[in-house]
Structures are given as C-alpha cells and as structure tokens.
C-alpha cells in the first residue's frame, strides 16, 4: 500500500492567491482528517469526515477555508484567498473502523504564503 | 477544553541515558492516549494506544505509562535513531473521533 498520498509537497504562494491541498486516502479507510500543524500551536484538527460526510468543522479557521470529499479516494482542502498567518504543513491522516483512533498521516504539503 | 500539556519541550540525550518525557492532560473523560513519533519532514507514525490508568505498552527500547492525569513514554538505553519528536494525544469520550494532541518533544540522542 502507497498510504496517505499529498500533493503538493510544497506550496510557495503570494498573499490573496487560492491554494488546494490534495489527499489520497489508503483504500478501505473510512476516516479522513485535515490537521495543521505550526511551531506555535503544534498539531490543529481543522475537519474531519466519515464515509465522505463532514462530521466536524470546528477547527476549520474561518470562511476561507472550504473542504471536499466527493468521494472515498480524493479529498481536497482549499484556501480562498490565501493570507500569510496560512502558512504551516497541512497533514492528512486517514483511519479505519469505529474508534478511528490509529491515525495514518500523509507527508504532509508544507504551505508558505507570501 | 481538552488540554495536552509535554514536557520538557526539547531533551538531548547520550546514547544509552535513560530518560522519561511527560503528557500531561485534561479531558472530559478519558477515551485512550495515543503516543506518536515524528521525524523532520514526515508525518507522525504511530506507536501506542492506552486505555486506563495502570496500563502499560512497550515497543524495543520505549514504554508507555498511563496514570489518571498524565502519560510517560519512558526510553531505556537509547540509540541515535531514537531521535525523533515525540507526540502524544487524547481522545474523549462522548462520539468524538477528534484526537487533541500537544506539542511534543523533540528529542536528540547524541552518538
């Protein structure tokens, strides 16, 4: 198995630009989650799905920040329009069964807005 | 709020000092801790699940400890490849599937 795939690996951007972050989640995993993760505030859960529904976007910063899953192979994360406090790694973590607790993290796409 | 609070932020070791890193949280009831590793441009992997205070897990030279208010992932003889950031995590009760995790601990062993 090839595991969590992310692309791109790296972002480079200027302020105001959109910005999609993409994810491949391993085959069967029913739980797909969008962490950030900053030197300041560690690792954030900004959203996370079941079965490709929305179950919790608590953690999702503000209006600018929108994510998909159409379905059980794709997820994106989008930044419209970007700002430079966006600038982190963005994981995501996919899991299987109840619990969902054993997280697999992708490498992660390391964002830097300009 | 569910809080994770690791110390010592930053700790250097010699190969084969022993030493301990702390979890210290607060949750609304605990559903299990989660320990996980890190190493500089990866995702973090895991490496434990605890479920209730007394519990504990090894894996070679690591071993995890649960008490009702804190975690300790405790390294015996470590090795240079043991030098990773150490993260730990909390679930809650209540349906939530969210893991809370702190800031972890960078560690270095020196050869």
């Known amino acids: 198995d090839a595991g969590v795939i992310q692309s791109p690996r790296h972002e480079v951007t200027e302020m105001g630009q959109e910005v999609t972050l993409r994810c491949k989640p391993i085959s069967g995993h029913d739980y797909l989650f969008w962490y950030r993760q900053t030197m300041m505030r560690g690792l954030e859960l900004l959203i996370y799905?079941?079965?490709?529904?929305?179950?919790?976007d608590s953690g999702m910063p503000e209006d600018r920040f929108s994510a998909k899953m159409p379905n059980a192979s794709f997820s994106t994360l989008k930044i419209q329009p970007s700002e430079p406090r966006d600038s982190a790694v963005y994981f995501c973590?996919?899991?299987?069964?109840?619990?969902?607790?054993?997280?697999?993290f992708g490498a992660g796409s390391r964002l830097t807005v300009l | 709020e569910d809080q994770v609070t690791q110390s010592p932020e930053a700790l250097r070791l010699q190969e084969g000092e022993s030493s301990s890193l702390n979890c210290s949280y607060t949750v609304s009831g605990l559903r299990g801790l989660f320990w996980y590793r890190q190493d500089p441009g990866k995702g973090p992997e895991f490496l434990f699940t605890l479920y209730s205070a007394g519990e504990e897990k090894e894996k070679e030279r690591l071993k995890a400890t649960l008490t009702k208010k804190e975690s300790f992932l405790h390294i015996t003889a470590p090795k240079p490849e043991d030098s990773a950031t150490y993260l730990c995590a909390v679930q809650a009760q209540g349906g939530s599937e969210k893991l809370v995790f702190g800031k972890g601990t960078k560690l270095t062993v020196n050869p």
């Open positions: 973590a996919t899991a299987e069964g109840s619990g969902a607790n054993v997280l697999t």
């Open positions: 799905f079941n079965n490709n529904v929305p179950i919790d």
